[in-house]
């Protein structure tokens, strides 16, 4: 059975910062690559950052290049996004995504509020 189950959102106050971890289980992890996206209340889900496979290729959405960092721990089945320098734009529901050509696994999401 396929899991992958976010972790790490909260509330945090602009200009700081929060880890989302995103645990994967039921397929081979290290064989696909993953995204994180995030959805804010109206909105359609955006694309945040993408991770290639061995980890030594990214890519971030425009909005957040400098303050995110993706990275992958393949030994542990899991995926990361720290967040820095958090703005209240970034507020939103965040979901973790592997995808191999046309296959996709999502998880449930996990809610980031940026409030003061």
């Known amino acids: 059975q396929v899991q992958l189950v976010e972790s790490g959102g909260g509330l945090v106050q602009p200009g700081g910062s929060l880890r989302l971890s995103c645990g994967a289980s039921?397929?081979?992890?290290?064989?696909?690559?993953m995204r994180w996206y995030r959805q804010a209340p109206g909105k359609e889900r955006e694309l945040v950052a993408t991770?290639?496979?061995?980890?030594?290729?990214?890519d971030y959405a425009d909005s957040v290049k400098g303050r995110f960092t993706i990275s992958r721990d393949n030994a542990k089945n899991t995926l990361y996004l720290q967040m820095n320098s958090l703005k209240p734009e970034d507020t939103a529901i965040y979901y973790c995504?592997?995808?191999?050509?046309?296959?996709?696994?999502w998880g449930q999401g996990t809610q980031v509020t940026v409030s003061s």
């Open positions: 039921g397929f081979s992890f290290s064989s696909y690559a």
């Open positions: 995504n592997a995808f191999l050509y046309s296959i996709n696994y």
């Open positions: 991770i290639y496979r061995t980890g030594r290729t990214t």
